[in-house]
């Protein structure tokens, strides 16, 4: 039953965020919802301890957007911001693999021409 819980929240979270991410700019949320699904695959056969670190840092993510959201409607979507800066506390903790991949994602983000260069329908 305690399995079903888990799996069933963990499910919730990341619908929650997939659905924040129809807030932002095309090509953000193209790259966004990839890098989400990659991560929650990746944390699919994740220890206990490890799943405890990253439902809470994925909640955190989803309270973060969730309120940035809220805070930009109204606005035009090219003069919002979104995002956080990380503490140097949270950058200690991370593995030599996660700055790699923190300072892929951060390349890929502020770029000029993304890779993921979406153009949406104009109706």
Do not use: C
């Amino acid at each position: 039953m305690a399995a079903a819980a888990h799996v069933s929240a963990v499910r919730s979270l990341y619908k929650r965020i997939l659905v924040l991410h129809r807030f932002l700019p095309i090509d953000l949320r193209a790259l966004g919802d990839q890098y989400v699904k990659d991560e929650f695959r990746r944390h699919k056969g994740a220890t206990p301890e490890e799943v405890k670190g990253f439902m809470t840092e994925w909640e955190n993510y989803k309270d973060t957007l969730q309120t940035q959201v809220l805070e930009s409607a109204g606005e035009r979507l090219s003069e919002v911001k979104f995002g956080a800066n990380l503490s140097d506390g949270k950058l200690r903790d991370f593995q030599d693999e996660q700055i790699g991949q923190l300072y892929e994602l951060m390349l890929e983000s502020t770029k000029p021409n993304r890779q993921f260069d979406i153009q949406e329908d104009s109706k």
